[in-house]
């Protein structure tokens, strides 16, 4: 990366004041970081787009994007879906970050690709748990951990969604649960468990307790979203504002560097799904995602309508709540097996005989 930071360098126009030729000009990569950051993109795709660019460059031989064009590109994502045979999801992250590169941050109308090798598309069902094993799987942790994998299953939450929850987002007068800023940018509701109402009271009290020593260190602080830190100062401190699964100790902000408190990093929920699909005997490749998946599909199983889980998943297009349809417990359409319709019967089956 040496090679393409000599390049940024030697760009500095002649017309430039005296004095300015010593200022570095910045590297492509912190531009890339830059523009993900006034667009409010997670920290995950800020990572992403970063790691393709790197990847985009190793494999031209540390060429300057701006020496390479549409060829390139369409070079290097065949590359990915022939030799690497990356997943069609890998390779779209691919094309999205270096299209986001080329027309975002260095200004460049990249034509249409037409002729990119595209990863075959696999149609894969999710993988879903039944009620059984969820509750064996759900008896295994308690505390922070065990209140986030249950809260994960009884709403339906994507797993930042549930780390990211702040203490106002919960109304347990109403057992109302808002998720703010979800995938696509867009807040929606859904329900609190009546059964984890008792248990989320006492991690509310927990989490005052806990603000209230950060109060007293001066380390009262959390990150707030968009510019409501400069519009409301003074929010960072408000209890209200505080995630509700915090950290037990504070960290640094890698965007910031800013210390305080954080939530619970998403990969120790991970690490306790893991052991607890072992220590539950669960042979499924179950994830913490797996939990989402179970809960829209035994609300289907339930008889509620498909329209309700859509919602309630905060998915945009009922097509995509419709595969859930495909992992119910007799399929979508209800179909029952002619063997267990002939163990049903009071008299086995015969052949036709004609008269």
């Known amino acids: ?189 859904t329900m609190i468990p009546q059964t984890l109402a008792p248990e989320l009271a006492k991690a509310i009290t927990a989490r005052r307790v806990m603000h209230d020593m950060d109060l007293a260190k001066g380390m009262a602080d959390v990150a707030l979203p968009h510019a409501l830190a400069t519009k409301f100062p003074q929010a960072g401190k408000s209890f209200g504002w505080q995630y509700l699964f915090a950290a037990a100790d504070y960290s640094t902000c890698p965007r910031t560097g800013a210390i305080r408190r954080h939530h619970i990093h998403e990969k120790t929920i991970q690490r306790a799904m893991k052991q607890a699909v072992h220590s539950a005997g669960i042979l499924k490749p179950a994830t913490v995602h797996t939990l989402r998946h179970s809960f829209a599909t035994h609300l289907l199983e339930a008889g509620y309508d498909i329209r309700t889980v859509q919602e309630l998943l905060g998915h945009n297009d009922v097509s995509t709540t419709m595969i859930y349809t495909h992992v119910t417990q007799r399929g979508g359409t209800g179909t029952r097996s002619p063997l267990d319709q002939m163990h049903m019967m009071r008299e086995p089956l015969r052949p036709y005989a004609s008269a």
């Open 1 to 189: 990366m040496q090679a393409l930071d000599s390049a940024s360098e030697a760009e500095v126009s002649t017309d430039t004041p005296p004095g300015l030729n010593d200022i570095k000009p910045k590297r492509l990569e912190d531009q890339i970081r830059e523009a993900c950051r006034v667009r409010h993109f997670s920290l995950a795709t800020e990572k992403a787009y970063t790691h393709w660019y790197k990847r985009f460059v190793r494999w031209a031989g540390l060429r300057h994007p701006r020496e390479m064009g549409a060829p390139e590109v369409e070079a290097f994502l065949s590359f990915l879906a022939n030799q690497r045979e990356v997943a069609p999801s890998t390779q779209n992250q691919a094309l999205a970050a270096l299209l986001f590169l080329y027309t975002q941050v260095l200004k460049t109308e990249v034509p249409y690709m037409a002729n990119v090798q595209r990863a075959k598309p696999k149609q894969r069902l999710p993988v879903v748990l039944s009620v059984p094993e969820v509750q064996r799987l759900l008896s295994i942790h308690q505390g922070a951990n065990g209140l986030v994998l249950r809260l994960l299953y009884g709403t339906g939450m994507r797993l930042m969604e549930g780390l990211r929850l702040r203490v106002q987002d919960l109304d347990l007068e109403r057992l109302v649960l808002t998720v703010r800023d979800g995938k696509g940018g867009k807040d929606r509701t």
